[in-house]
């Protein structure tokens, strides 16, 4: 049964971690290549501290779902 279990637990760890890659790719690396090649009608004046904000935001979405992965290791047992 702990084989199992250990399995299911692993598998929960990698889906929150890779729920905070989506996390930080859509929200950082998306609008930060978007404002690069000037598409999504990205403002210039006033958009840097919008996307500052928002870059602070899905940073600390995705740390938090990478925590919850790491506490969700915490369950496996020997």
Known sequence: MSLI?????KLTAN???TMASAAVVAGIIVPAA???YGVGGYDHA???WR???SAVI???S??????FARRTLR???P
């Open 5 to 9: 279990h250990n399995e299911q637990v």
């Open 15 to 17: 889906w929150f971690n």
């Open 34 to 36: 978007a404002a690069f």
């Open 46 to 48: 006033g958009g840097g």
């Open 51 to 53: 996307f500052l904000l």
């Open 58 to 60: 899905w940073i600390c």
């Open 62 to 67: 995705g740390s938090a779902l990478h925590y």
């Open 75 to 77: 369950r496996l047992q």
